[in-house]
């Protein structure tokens, strides 16, 4: 069974950096064709995808929010960070990593998500 | 990168209603659309993707049509739990998501 868990920072303040992390279990990162990503939902509003990973290290960003960016992963602990500088109130939201596997081009097991909120 | 457009944005619908949501792309996606539902307060769930392939575990009354740019979710015999907002998404070297359609009840 595959499951993720976002955790990080509840609250940080304006410019600050916001290092996320997505604990998983029922798969590997070492696995080809695997992948994790990291999409975000402002209250009320939409999904906005951000970044993924794949095995292999290749990744993709948002081409908006591409200069604040950055997605590792540590195969050994089971995680993928995701790492956003200079924070801004707009980016309140709350945050989900999910799993994709190619061949199928959804993500197709999410985590319950972890919301931030950027305030002074 | 390929835009989604959802529509309608927000719609009533009674149990045992077939809804329809549509989903129009900027560009050619070929059939690399999925759609999902999401509940207040839970993650998005994935219901269908290559454009109309059902994911495990999902009803029957969910289907999904189209391709390249015009994509369409079903649902027949609407369910009290199918009260919820639905998006469509595209995955390929670009991923977006659409606006989001919430059915609510009628």
């Known amino acids: 069974q595959i499951t993720l868990k976002e955790s990080g920072p509840t609250l940080v303040k304006p410019t600050q950096t916001l290092t996320l992390t997505c604990t998983f279990s029922?798969?590997?990162?070492?696995?080809?064709?695997?992948?994790v990503g990291w999409v975000r939902q402002p209250p009320g509003e939409a999904l906005e995808w951000l970044a993924h990973i794949y095995w292999d290290d290749d990744v993709y960003y948002s081409l908006p929010l591409k200069t604040r960016l950055t997605i590792t992963k540590d195969p050994p602990k089971n995680q993928v960070l995701l790492i956003m500088t200079n924070m801004d109130p707009v980016d309140t939201a709350t945050y989900f990593c999910a799993h994709r596997v190619l061949g199928k081009d959804a993500f197709d097991v999410w985590g319950q998500g972890t919301v931030v909120t950027v305030s002074s | 990168a390929a835009q989604l457009t959802q529509s309608p944005s927000s719609l009533s619908a009674s149990v045992g209603d077939r809804v329809t949501i549509t989903c129009r792309a900027s560009?050619?996606?070929?059939?690399?659309l999925a759609w999902y539902q999401q509940k207040s307060g839970e993650p998005p769930k994935l219901l269908i993707f290559d454009a109309s392939t059902l994911e495990s575990g999902v009803p029957s009354r969910f289907s999904g049509s189209g391709s390249g740019t015009d994509f369409t979710l079903t649902i027949t015999g609407l369910q009290p739990e199918d009260f919820a907002t639905y998006y469509c998404h595209v995955f390929k070297s670009y991923v977006a998501f659409g606006g989001g359609t919430k059915v609510e009840i009628k």
């Open positions: 029922g798969f590997s990162l070492t696995t080809p064709g695997v992948g």
């Open positions: 560009q050619d996606i070929s059939i690399s």
